[in-house]
């Protein structure tokens, strides 16, 4: 359990609420690779398939050869702090507004020089570091350099805190709570320290096992939502919207349908009413205020986060109708990113495997518990990422996806899992 | 549909002249509603969620003399059938499926207006929400009231519609669902002996909560619709009425094929009579 934050001061009301700024985001194509990559929470770097130089930054043809065939490799960021400095100065509003920056020149192990910022836990140059890559608040990958061992964490470090959306001292809106997924993550936020959290609740004459227990939790609160209502979750923003620091959706209507195996559409169009329209009607209503206070320091709006599906990349045929509907979730979450995203919102998108949940009983293992999916939620925020697929099977099925998109489906309509 | 079931025998028709008369010479009338709001609050009935779902009532702005329709305001809504105060036709039970005239669009037009015979069970369900009307509280009824005439409504009023939080008047436990209703040999009697035009409830089905367990399961369902009967469920303001002498109005949408639907069910009570 993380230290308990400093508890923020409350804002003054009488001073302007500040609008965000953020840092420069403008990226060529190639460049994109490396948030591509920093975006899954990796850091990857073109390497030519022709001379095996590594390259930065990115570029069209390799510095070494000039072969155009650059392929991006992971990397495991090892080298040398070789100088650093602290910017004191910055044309930029968005670095002008937080100076100093402290900042220096990695020689990485795999050949190439790259700047950074430095982590206020790495030694002072020269010695050995460790770069990752991390998103800044515009999205982005920038660089990192921490200790050489072990993952540095960026919430240690005042300034590098803004890439992450830490839930510590937030309050946080998870819109489901009667779920086994709803009542996981409720419970791991609690224990990474959100400051306050808001339970959805729907239909409050179903009782949920485990939910009565919620109400126990400190810093908790039921309220009602039912995001196949409207007028539900405009009421719920015009209440609470305006303290949101972090909406975690974890709405899901999970039913096992192929398409032939249900007859009719009632039951897809209340997964998709769920899934898809529940995730607009939470957007219509919610992100306009999120994104007002994206600048509200210390505790500003500072994330979204969709638990998906990794049905969404690819259609698993005997859930047919739920993928689809994963799937049109996530790409209003692609939209959804587009709009928060000049705010400095970061939408965040987990896709799990099959959840251990009563709906998927015959699902054979493995299956991601929602103890191990709502851990993933958090370290999603504690860390700078923006898309998750936490589990064996999800993180197969991305490669598979990856690879060869076609063969997957393939694959899976011959009922592979 | 073949001759005979055509000529089988449907429930009676009111005689309209009649109740109206007496309701002009009463000296004034009273009009009460019998409807609750319809909303997305109020509560749907529940199954397992393995089967298909009724959807509750849902409405979406199309324009609000915005952008999207400057100088009007309307919504679309939705839901199931049997939602809200509702009516139920015999089409909507397997054992009326094949009754003639069964569907909303083919409902004879002169059951829509019947009288209704109001059995007070407010003190009972009270005090035990599994309370079920059995062919005593019938007889019991009738020996204060008189018979039940053939082609009433037959409302049986428990004052659940005052438990307004949608918790407690879905009363719904690790058992299902606790509300009041009728025994198998009430509805029996109630079809077979008195000829009702049907059954009316203020709880979400006329049947009891825990009808599922009854022999047959749904007894008011499947012996009302059976017989070509309705139902009323979701009623409100039963307490209002008199025993005996209320005129109803029950007009549903008219639905090709329909099973059921909302409607504004309004009660005519001559202005002398109290209420029950």
Known sequence: MPEPAKRPKRKNPVLRTRQPTLPPASRSRVALGLTAAAARGRLELQVCHDCGAVQYPPREVCRACLSHRLVWRLQDGCGELLTETVLRNAQELFFRERLPWRVGIVRLDAGVNVIAFVHTNAGAAPCRVRVDAALDRAGQAVLIAGPEHGRPDL?????????????RSRKILVTDGKSALGQAVV???????????WIGEAEPWKMAPGFEALRELPKAMIVPLDVTDGNS??????EIGGKVDILVNTCDCHRTFSIASRRGIETAQLEMDVNYFGLLRLAQEFAPVLKARAADEPTNAIAWVNLLSIFALSNYPPHGTYSASKAAAFSLSQALRAELGPAGVRVINLFPGPIDDEWDQLGQPPKLSPAAAATAVVEALEGSLEDVYPGDVARDWLARHLDNPKALERELSEGAQ | MTAAKKAEVTTPATDLRAILSAVMASGGIRLVDLTQTLSPDFPPIVLPPEMGQSRPFRMEEISRYDDRGPAWYWNNVSFGEHTGTHFDAPIHWISGRDRPNNSLDTLPLEHFIAPAC??????????????LLTTGHIAAWEKQHGRIVAGSWVLMRTDWSKRTDPVAYQNLDETGQHTPGPDPDCVRLLVKERDVLGFGTETIGTDAGQAAHFAPPYPCHYYMHGAGKYGLQCLCNLDRLPATGALVIAAPLKILDGSGSPLRVLAIVPASSGSG
């Open chain 2, 118 to 131: 109001v059995i007070d069970c407010s003190t009972e369900a009270g005090a035990d929400a599994d309370f």
């Open chain 1, 187 to 197: 419970r791991a936020l609690g224990q990474a320290g959100a400051e306050h959290i």
């Open chain 1, 155 to 167: 919430s240690e470090d005042p300034k590098l805190r803004e890439m992450t959306c830490d839930p």
């Open chain 1, 233 to 238: 979750v405009r009421e719920l923003a015009g």
